[in-house]
């Protein structure tokens, strides 16, 4: 294929930023984010800080709780525009290479939420501690780089796992009917009575990043890395579907 | 020049074969009709042609190649297959300029293409603003981006307003002219025959006719003449002695069957009966059409149900 590659991701680029569902639930990222930071911060901050046994570094990416739900509504719409009315048919006439037209668009949409989770992660960690007084941890204290980092990573994780299996079930109402529940109650109450293998769920293990002190088998870096083994999946049982089936 | 070859092709959904061992060549220079009942297998064909769709057997090119192996396709092949994929939330430029980026196409062609579609204004809009009449012009448009050799276009007066369907035809007609290769597909006979040079026409996945349509027009037509004249019932009396039947028409014209203009016109200046009109009644393509699809009935009907499969269950899109 001698269609050139990078006239390819810009293709991508324009027809991902010029849909308003997606470049919308793109920003609603950051906006989601930081404002449940506000919100959280500035009244429960510190009482809850002053729980004992809290984590306060996990406790301070609370809000990526929600933007989470954005970056995965973002995944899925961001791939289900190709499939409403045959548009992928459109798409494929112009870049007939599947496997080329697939990476592409992933590559753009992993890295406009890669870009876009880091500025949230970050933002969302300095806007919430400086609401937090006495208890304010600075980005030089240990694991808070690390954190904050990661929680951008792992919002780009979500994102293209939920891209992948969008190109899999070809709609985003199905992917975010799946994924929105999966991560508000069952991962939350399996998370809770199951214990140990629920620390391998997608969120369950890339938020691990997220903590000051890992108590399962999973580290930081290896919770992140098992949300990257789902997202991998996702992404490769997506290219099997858009390679195999007539568009 | 750029031909599209189909050689063999067929393509089944689950149990139903939508495409059935086609075979056929689209040649440049002229406009091909491409008719058939709605189910016949048109658009499957196209979408096969394009890569869209695997093919079960059989293969297709583009000037001698799959077009997935075509580079920067775009520039060879412009194809309008269902207007409403577009979507809707974009605006008609940004949807042509992605298109146009992704194959190395200068911008400037967006806004030349946005114009001869008569979009001109618009383009700004987003696309959910349109009417399906405009939707069929971007689409249209967004074919004609790369400057193709090769033109496909399915339905593309769906939604028209008279003054598009103008438009659309002087368009085929000179991308004809200009040596491209021009595929269009229709259900719509009269339609077809204001702008086709050739017929490729499809019945239940299969190859009926792939003739230029005057050859096809004239192999469905019986010879017959109509004329008005002065003196009608001298005129009679003649043809009559000659062994025509002429029969007067409601509106006071002759039309007598079996007779060419040469014989009527050379009968009536010896019998000097002045002629105010004289011309050969040729089939529409409409009544060719049925006429072929009458006989295909006959012949689909006695042939085993396994060839006949459910043209309803096709998936047309």
Known sequence: ?247 | MTSIDVHELTKDYGSTRAVDHLTFSVRPGRVTGFLGPNGAGKSTTMRLVLGLDRATVGTSAIGGRPYVSLSNPLRRVGALLDAQAAHGSRTARNHLLALATSNGIAGSRVEAVLVEAGLGSVGGRRIKTFSLGMRQRLGIAAALLGDPEVVMLDEPSNGLDPEGIVWIRGLMRKLAGEGRTVLVSSHLMNETSSFADHLVVLGKGRLLVDMPMREFLASRSRPGVRLRTTESTRLREVLIRKGYEPAQDDDGRWTVDGATTEEIGVLAAFEGIPLLELSNVQATLEEAYLDLTSTEAEFTATTPPAATTSPTADQEA
Not at chain 1, 114 to 141: D, K, N, R
């Open chain 1, 1 to 247: 294929m001698t269609t050139s590659t990078t006239a390819v991701l810009h293709s991508e680029w324009i027809k991902i930023t010029s849909v308003r569902s997606a470049s919308g639930s793109l920003i609603a990222v950051f906006a989601a984010t930081l404002l449940v930071t506000v919100l959280t911060f500035s009244t429960v901050g510190r009482a809850e800080a002053d729980n004992p046994g809290n984590d306060l570094l996990f406790f301070a990416f609370y809000a990526l709780n929600f933007g989470q739900i954005a970056a995965i509504s973002f995944g899925a719409t961001a791939l289900s525009s190709e499939f409403l009315n045959g548009a992928l048919r459109i798409s494929l006439t112009a870049v007939p290479g599947r496997s080329l037209f697939y990476a592409a668009k992933m590559a753009v949409i992993g890295g406009l939420a890669l870009v876009v989770g880091l500025i949230t992660s970050f933002t969302s960690f300095l806007v919430g501690q400086s609401f937090m007084g006495e208890y304010t941890i600075g980005l030089g204290e240990p694991g808070t780089l690390r954190a904050a980092f990661g929680g951008g990573v792992y919002l780009a994780l979500m994102t293209l796992f939920a891209a992948g299996l969008t190109a899999v079930l070809r709609s985003a109402v199905a992917v975010l009917s799946l994924l929105i529940p999966f991560i508000l109650i069952v991962s939350f109450v399996v998370g809770d009575i199951a214990g140990g293998v629920a620390q391998y769920l997608p969120d369950r293990a890339g938020q691990l990043v997220l903590h000051q002190s890992a108590e399962g088998s999973l580290g930081p870096w290896t919770g992140l890395a098992v949300t990257a083994g789902w997202a991998a999946v996702a992404l490769l049982a997506g290219w099997w579907t858009i390679r195999r089936r007539d568009a």
